[in-house]
């Protein structure tokens, strides 16, 4: 029985969505793309889950954010995501950045910055640009140092494969 003064335990925190994201991470880690992970919630529920896709797919569009924007809509039968917050690993790409803005996303949640071509205020702020009619509420760092070690170590055994001769992917060059 509750005592006066306690509060209810809520597990629909963001720290517990980013965690599902991870998760969604190691999946891509485990299928050799780059270990970024996304969730879509609406009303305390996960209606998307993703991962990156682009070397399984073959298809440079194939970013977490993008495939989880594209079940999220499938699932509410609605282009319009203005009820869903996305919580993703690492901060959305331009291109990422766009279509969440089309979506409408109420909130993007994301766990580590990407300050070389971030585009929710690592580099660019395209999602509260003061022009556009739909900008996103951002909240940055959720998790941030694991989803950070996610990538570093994926990067790390991706070098250490190469160097050891056992993988030849173009673009593992530049890691």
């Known amino acids: 029985m509750e005592e006066a003064g306690d509060e209810p335990i809520i597990v ?3 720290e ?5 994201a991870l998760r969604q991470a190691r999946k891509a880690a485990r299928q050799d793309e780059v270990p970024i992970g996304a969730v879509i919630v609406r009303e305390g529920h996960v209606i998307a889950r993703a991962w990156n896709q682009v070397e399984t797919l073959k298809d440079a569009t194939a970013h977490a954010e993008m495939i989880a924007l ?4 499938s699932a509410l039968g609605d282009w319009r995501l203005n009820e869903c917050d ?28 990407d300050l070389k071509g971030g585009a ?8 509260q640009a003061p022009n556009l009619n739909h900008r996103s509420e ?15 170590s994926f990067f790390r055994e991706a070098r250490e494969r190469r ?3 056992l993988i030849h992917k173009k673009g593992l060059s530049d890691l």
């Open 12 to 14: 629909s925190t963001d």
């Open 120 to 127: 929710a205020g690592g580099f660019w702020n395209l999602l």
């Open 163 to 165: 160097a050891n001769g």
């Open 86 to 113: 996305l919580y993703v690993t690492k901060e959305p790409c331009p291109m990422c950045a766009g279509a969440i803005m089309h979506c409408r996303v109420r909130r993007v949640i994301f766990g580590c910055p």
């Open 16 to 20: 517990h969505f980013m965690r599902e």
């Open 138 to 152: 951002i909240v940055s760092g959720v998790l941030g140092d694991e989803c950070v070690m996610v990538l570093k």
């Open 70 to 73: 594209t079940q999220a809509q």
